[in-house]
């Protein structure tokens, strides 16, 4: 069994910065990619930051340059730093992971954390 486990959410003021953390832990044999999502009332699911196994990293265009995906693989954790907060950024953040199991048969699959509220007052 895998648990994603997330902290790191809060109230924070415009202009504000978070540090998001998510670690794996359970019957990992490997993690591939590691992502953040984030929902907002009334809005579809999305795909806020993405980071391979070997660091390559990928951000949806209303973050660039404002926040910074990174993981540290001896940790299982993937962490969000989130600088110049501004309130669309606020919503439930989930963290994702693909991840291979130990054991046999082996399998891989995406689980997800429980989510972290962030939210951005003006």
């Known amino acids: 069994q895998v648990q994603l486990v997330e902290s790191g959410g809060g109230l924070v003021q415009a202009g504000g910065s978070l540090r998001l953390s998510c670690a794996a832990s359970g019957s990992i044999f490997s993690i591939n990619a590691m992502c953040w999502y984030r929902q907002a009332p009334g809005k579809l699911r999305e795909l806020v930051a993405a980071?391979?196994?070997?660091?390559?990293?990928n951000y949806v265009d209303s973050v660039k340059g404002r926040f910074t995906i990174s993981r540290d693989n001896a940790k299982n954790t993937v962490y969000l730093q989130m600088n110049s907060l501004k309130p669309e950024d606020t919503a439930v953040y989930l963290c994702n992971a693909n991840i291979r199991t130990t054991g046999w048969p082996s399998y891989e699959y995406d689980y997800w954390g429980q989510g972290t509220q962030v939210t951005v007052s003006s």
């Open positions: 980071i391979t196994s070997g660091g390559r990293t």
